[in-house]
């Protein structure tokens, strides 16, 4: 049997876990085996009232739905909606912020002062905003209202598609009809093709489900845009990752979900409430770590470490020694409050969309958000008073990791090598074959996969063939928990003109060694910032994204958003790998046009593989087609 | 010897259990590779809807066995010992005598070829893939007399929960 993970953290803690009789993911997942085959095959259909109904991937059951849909059909309108969810996440986060920042730019959220003032200017001149004359709050305003307007349905593109891309997409997307003009229309325009007697096409479904995720990279992009101008634009830092990074003598407060909205405030206060923590009897006061892409947010811009990530969210409140764990929204686990329950524990929602029952819910207002943070901080000092030293476990791993690569601090550290033309160091070394190309890692850790597994496998292999590693969101988390983020896992994994290449640039950037092995981006909707960089090299190139020798994985894929973000990485041009098989088998044509056809279209495709070591050969013999084409070694 | 029974209180119509049964007599055994292969897997087995329930049919394996009785070819057979009613392909001819015999109709034909097929109770699997593919527990695969016994023990609460309220009022 698959071990359930190869974190050695959290196979510590699921040790725990059977001792004390608590159930986790893995042990929900055995009950549920096996899983539902139409549901495996995507040729399920719920969409209406005389459904549900089913295909038989045998052919000798039903072989259309009532209404007469087809396996095609009903495969790809439950894609659509799966696009449309994961968008309405990521835009819906990016929102948030939109509202956070015009509040601040009125005056009516004065904790939240602009930040990066450089990055709010940079971001209103790539969308044509006009700064002269406009004091910084004015300006945010004008972003922030222009962000707000992305929302319903414009006349014109998305702002933040159409001037964020190259002109080459622009044109490969207006060709195919996908260009969209709202992020909440989109979504809409998914739900209402994909209703009971609408768009019956699988090929008019899917251009459909492109052009949504193309809402969802505007949505990412936004979210990253306002997030650094509120809160900062990442730069380099070290901290570490692991359930180590939990202290016995410290307030352990669990920052989890998605949004740096509350998160990065809570940080902002944390030192205030130093001395209560310390009277309660935490020696070494409060103790700030990070779960999943909340904790992305707090490690990039502040080094806060990251406990655990995705599967393994419920380990963290089995140490014993967490007193709460704050969650905004996006990938928390229902059970979080049951497993709660069994120690003292806080769970915290804050956020009015997403309450789970047991939880203590403290409703989070942008007015007065220093004074929630606070007030979240006072319930975990007092629930370490409850703590039961006896039950404390706090496994002893935890691992260096260097984060905080935006593209910014990426071009900042390229700009130490060559002052006038920071790209061309890292193009120089792409045409000279020293850097073969470049993978993103994204996306989940999935309990179908032993934990970490196949993000590090695939990740050693690319590495070892030199190729360039980006990570963001729980991929990120595995690599920063598995000691990948540091300068020692280059000298022990990159082959040797990748090696070359990041001791040079760390040496540039005064680092005295490589720069780390794998540089991590941030959180998903931070994909944007990979992209960024993709399309800076294409610009740079004279090439369209298609023709890069760049490629994208997610090994452990879980959410709807994996899917919205695959969708448009495949949109983008990129060879995208995925790791789980998802529900769209049942659909002959779809599974055909997602992994062969849609290259001829947008030029990216969908590498369905499971197995580590294969994924691996498929993305190195992508690079190495990708250079071919450029006309490289 | 252990027998498929079915709870007939307890089927949601989710065909999990044909899915499976057909993923077992494929060659990949996975139903990612199982629904690309030629031939064409089949399943032995078929949820049924009437009178406003559902519920799995399957071979029951009879005692003088119909089935067995109708095959000319000496294809269909009855295990001395375990009485169970097997069928080996390499002697069939597919006049369906055993289909008509069938008084469940669970005698299906192989897709590409005039063959019979039918349920064979999974001969590599400890427990048959239908009963662990069932997420309701409706198929249950357990000795007759357990399987009675647990209808007994439920049957007899009843009578005695109707004995005392009656002894009560």
């Keep these: ?633 | 010897m252990k027998e498929i029974f079915v709870r007939l209180d307890r089927c949601v119509g989710c065909h999990s259990c044909e899915v499976a049964c057909a993923v077992e007599h494929s060659a990949a055994k996975s139903l990612f590779g199982a629904i690309a292969e030629t031939p064409v897997p089949r399943k032995r087995l078929y949820v049924e809807y009437a009178l406003e329930r559902k519920l799995p049919l399957l071979c029951r394996h009879c005692e003088d066995a119909p089935c067995v009785r109708a095959c000319r070819t000496g294809a269909m057979t009855q295990d001395a010992l375990t009485r169970l009613v097997s069928h080996n392909r390499e002697k069939c001819i597919g006049c369906w005598m055993c289909t008509m015999v069938c008084p469940y109709g669970v005698i299906g034909r192989a897709k590409e070829e005039r063959v019979a097929v039918k349920c064979d109770r999974c001969p590599e699997r400890d427990t048959p893939a239908c009963v662990t593919a069932c997420p309701t527990r409706a198929l249950v695969f357990a000795e007759e007399e357990a399987f009675a016994g647990g209808v007994r023990r439920v049957a007899a609460a009843e009578v005695v929960q109707g004995y005392v309220t009656a002894q009560t009022v």
């Design chain 1, 1 to 633: 049997m698959n071990p359930r993970t190869v974190c050695p953290a959290t196979t510590e803690m699921l040790k725990v876990a059977e001792r004390e009789g608590i159930a986790t993911a893995w042990d929900r997942y055995d009950k549920q085996l096996p899983q539902c085959g139409f549901g495996e095959l995507g040729t399920c259909c719920r969409n209406c009232l005389q459904g549900p109904c089913r295909v038989d991937p045998f052919g000798e059951g039903p072989t259309l739905g009532v209404c007469g849909a087809t396996a095609d059909t009903i495969v790809a309108r439950n894609l659509d909606r799966a696009i449309a969810a994961g968008t309405a996440s990521h835009s819906g986060h990016a929102k948030h912020l939109a509202h956070t920042l015009l509040k601040a730019a009125d005056g009516r959220a004065p904790d939240y002062p602009v930040k990066d003032e450089g990055k709010l200017r940079a971001v209103a001149a790539r969308l044509g905003i006009a700064a002269e004359g406009k004091t910084t709050m004015e300006l945010a305003k004008a972003v922030a209202e222009c962000a707000l307007a992305e929302f319903s349905e414009k006349e014109s593109p998305l702002a933040w598609v159409a001037t964020t891309v190259t002109k080459g997409r622009v044109e490969t997307a207006l060709k195919f009809g996908v260009v969209p003009t709202g992020i909440d229309s989109a979504i809409s325009e998914i739900m209402h093709r994909t209703a009971y007697g609408v768009d019956a096409d699988p090929i008019n479904l899917l251009l459909g489900g492109v052009k949504c995720a193309l809402a969802d990279f505007a949505g990412c992009h936004m979210g990253t845009d306002l997030a650094d101008i509120l809160f900062g634009t990442p730069q380099p830092v070290v901290s570490r990752a692991n359930l180590g990074a939990l202290k016995v003598n410290a307030v352990n407060v669990a920052l989890h979900g998605h949004n740096p909205v509350l998160s990065d405030v809570i940080v902002q206060v944390a030192p205030e409430l130093e001395a209560e923590a310390k009277a309660a009897g935490a020696s070494e006061g409060l103790n700030l770590v990070g779960i999943c892409c909340t904790g992305n947010e707090v490690l990039m811009r502040h080094g806060i470490p990251s406990a655990t990530h995705s599967v393994s969210q419920e380990l963290a409140i089995m140490t014993g020694a967490l007193d709460a764990m704050v969650v905004d929204y996006q990938c928390l686990m229902p059970s979080l409050s049951t497993v709660a329950e069994c120690y003292h524990t806080k769970l915290i929602t804050t956020m009015p969309i997403a309450k789970i029952p047991g939880a203590t819910h403290l409703d989070f207002h942008e007015e007065t958000a220093r004074e929630s943070a606070r007030a979240v901080l006072r319930l975990a000092i007092e629930a370490f008073k409850k703590r039961d030293p006896k039950r404390v476990n706090i496994p002893s791993y935890s691992h260096t990791a260097i984060a905080g690569f935006s593209t910014e601090a990426i071009v900042g550290a390229l700009s130490l090598v060559n002052k006038d033309d920071p790209l061309k160091p890292l193009l120089d070394n792409i045409v000279a074959g020293n850097i073969l190309g470049v993978c993103l890692f994204a996306g989940c850790n999935n309990v179908k996969v032993p934990q970490d597994s196949a993000f590090l496998a695939i990740a050693k292999e690319l590495a070892r063939n030199n190729v360039l590693l980006l990570a963001t969101g729980c991929g990120a988390g595995t690599f920063a928990r598995h000691g990948l983020l540091t300068p020692e896992a280059t000298n022990e994994y990159a082959g040797p003109g990748l090696k070359a290449v990041l001791t040079a640039v760390g040496q540039a950037a005064g680092l005295g060694g490589p720069l780390p092995l794998i540089l991590h981006m941030g959180s998903c909707v931070d994909n944007s910032r990979a992209a960024d960089v993709a399309v800076a090299v294409a610009n740079k190139l004279g090439v369209d994204v298609d023709k890069l020798p760049v490629v994208a994985s997610a090994p452990e894929a879980t959410t709807e958003k994996a899917i919205s973000i695959g969708t448009w990485a495949v949109a983008a041009g990129l060879p995208t790998h995925v790791g789980v098989v998802p529900p769209v088998l049942g659909g002959p044509t779809i599974a055909r046009v997602l992994t062969q056809d849609v290259k001829g279209l947008f030029g990216g495709w969908f590498i369905v593989e499971t197995d580590p070591a294969k994924a691996a050969e498929q993305l190195l013999a992508a690079i190495r087609e990708r250079r071919k084409g450029l006309g490289l070694t």
